[in-house]
């Protein structure tokens, strides 16, 4: 536990809910998760399922339905052809991580990952007596792992890569070819690939390649959070290996019994036609949020170095105003009531010069933080 960190911008949170308690208004651009309702749909199908009140386990790898529908999904979106008994359903992507590293790591062995990224793949790493390798990363490589960085910094006691594309913090892709190459790079250093895809569909400018169009020996973590807009409902999914299918089920069986059994029937109304097209709206708005706050942050005077094709983030560098981003944080929220993440919850490459915005919020809401951020910078 000591070696396991907490968020910072938990600690943000709180501030701003207790600012909230007096009265203030804050605007939210700290949080990791869509500001769009579960879709209705969605809703409804869980609520269906809990009004019979036959609410009990199901299999550990997941309700068959929705592993059929899950692995018809990369048909359709990736014209991958994927064995449903590959597919595990888990809470969340959260769930997938502690699957695919339980299953695989074995204590000592070392997973490599971007500096910066999403906090908790350390922790999961940690969790099974791995160790976590991290390489830093900046806007030259898109801010991700390249084959070159990966053949560069491989150790002989590195187990795999983890890669995400889109990235949180950053929202960049390791675009065309780039990203089979680094699949390509770590298999031939007899490494596993694990792929965090869990902001595709989410994508504004290119195309984010899922692992499974390259191998079939990749793990793949995914979840209906993010654009499927679920976070709460708690349900993900994971791709194994063909060799991993009995160890996974094995696991899963053990430290989840099963994933929330409403959750996952109304997860399963996520496929319909009608549901695509209002998340196809949902991704729209996204795009013009994006493009909103990125033209605005430039003028501001943020740098960005990288401009994000994917996600709902900025990873704006701060350091014409500031060399303590936390600090910035804080005081931003403290003066002008707008929340928004420190660098440092990311790793510590840079990270006291970034700040990461969340396009979570309207871009009415967004104008008005940007109104007050430019009062705040001219303090
Ligand atoms: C990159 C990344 N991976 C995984 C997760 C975990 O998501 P969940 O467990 O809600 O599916 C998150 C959540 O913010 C994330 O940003």
Redesign the pocket.
């Known amino acids: 536990m000591q070696g396991i960190s907490a968020f910072y911008v938990m600690e943000l949170l709180q501030r701003a809910k207790e600012l909230e308690r007096e009265g203030r208004d804050v605007i939210h651009m700290e949080i990791?998760?869509p500001d769009f309702p579960t879709p209705k749909a969605v809703i409804d199908a869980g609520r269906a399922l809990l009004r019979t009140g036959d609410v009990k386990y199901t299999a550990a790898a997941g309700l068959p339905e929705l592993r059929a529908c899950i692995a018809r999904h990369y048909q359709d979106a990736y014209g991958v052809t994927l064995d449903p008994r590959r597919v595990f359903v888990t809470?969340?992507?959260?769930?997938?991580?502690l699957l695919a590293f339980g299953i695989s790591l074995n204590p000592g062995e070392q997973v490599m990952m971007a500096d910066p990224?999403?906090p908790?793949?350390d922790n999961f790493v940690r969790l099974f007596n791995g160790h976590t390798h991290f390489v830093d990363v900046d806007a030259g490589s898109a801010y991700q792992l390249t084959a070159e960085l990966i053949a560069k910094h491989w150790r002989s006691d590195s187990k795999g890569v983890l890669l995400?594309s889109p990235?949180?913090p950053t929202g960049t892709l390791l675009g065309g070819n780039d990203f089979n190459r680094a699949i390509e790079q770590v298999h031939s250093l007899g490494g596993c690939f694990y792929s965090?895809e869990?902001?595709h569909g989410l994508v504004y400018d290119g195309r984010a390649a899922s692992a499974l169009e390259s191998s079939d020996d990749v793990f793949v973590?995914n979840?209906?959070?993010?654009y499927f807009g679920m976070?709460g409902w708690?349900?993900?999914w994971l791709v194994v290996p063909d060799d991993f299918i009995e160890a996974a089920e094995k696991l899963a069986q053990n430290i989840f019994i099963s994933t929330p059994t409403h959750s996952q029937y109304a997860a399963l109304a996520s496929f319909t036609p009608e549901n695509m097209a209002e998340l196809e709206r949902r991704r729209l708005e996204f795009k013009e949020r994006r493009d909103f706050l990125y033209e605005n942050l430039l003028k501001l005077g943020f740098k960005i170095a990288c401009k994000p094709e994917g996600?709902f983030y900025v990873y704006a560098d701060c350091s014409a105003f500031t060399d303590d981003s936390f600090e910035f944080a804080r005081q931003l929220l403290e003066q002008e009531g707008v929340a928004v993440t420190p660098g440092r919850d990311f790793g510590h490459y840079l990270a006291d010069r970034h700040i990461r915005f969340a396009y979570t919020a309207s871009v009415d809401r967004m104008a008005s933080a940007l109104k007050r951020l430019e009062r705040f910078l001219c303090r």
């Open positions: 990791g998760e809470p969340g992507a959260s769930g997938a991580f990224c999403y908790c793949n995400a990235s949180n965090d869990i902001y973590i979840s209906f959070s993010k976070t708690r349900v993900g996600a």
